[in-house]
Nanobody, 126 residues
Framework: QVQLVESGGGLVQAGGSLRLSCAAS?????????VGWFRQAPGKEREFVAA????????YYTDSVKGRFTISRDNAKNTVYLQMNSLKPEDTAVYYC??????????????????WGQGTQVTVSS
């Protein structure tokens, strides 16, 4: 059974940067699957942040993070990254990585994912 573990969260001032990592272990890893990042702020629904195809040839972002966040992957390390720059207080949330089903196409949709990590807290102070 594959497990995903996020790391790299923390407290940062507005304008700062963080890099989140999502490491996979156990079972079939996600080198041949799309992977996404979602976030959930207190009192809000979980929302799509970014996704990357298995080959890394295609990346997708929600509008609010375009130009600030970059998703990438190292399949040799079974790890996906989310580089977050120019952070804003509204980016504060628990960030989750997830493995999509191999044939998933609507990667902005949480239902496309079948394996989730436990989340890592990102707090951006103003």
């Amino acid at each position: 059974q594959v497990q995903l573990v996020e790391s790299g969260g923390g407290l940062v001032q507005a304008g700062g940067s963080l890099r989140l990592s999502c490491a996979a272990s156990g079972g079939r890893t996600f080198s041949t699957y799309p992977v996404g990042w979602f976030r959930q702020a207190p009192g809000k629904e979980r929302e799509f942040v970014a996704a990357i195809s298995w080959s890394a040839l295609n990346t997708y972002y929600t509008d609010s993070v375009k130009g600030r966040f970059t998703i990438s992957r190292d399949n040799a390390k079974n790890t996906v990254y989310l580089q977050m720059n120019s952070l804003k207080p509204e980016d504060t949330a628990v960030y989750y990585c997830a493995r999509a089903r191999a044939t998933a196409s609507a990667l902005h949709y949480a239902g496309a994912y079948d394996v989730w990590g436990q989340g890592t807290q990102v707090t951006v102070s103003s």
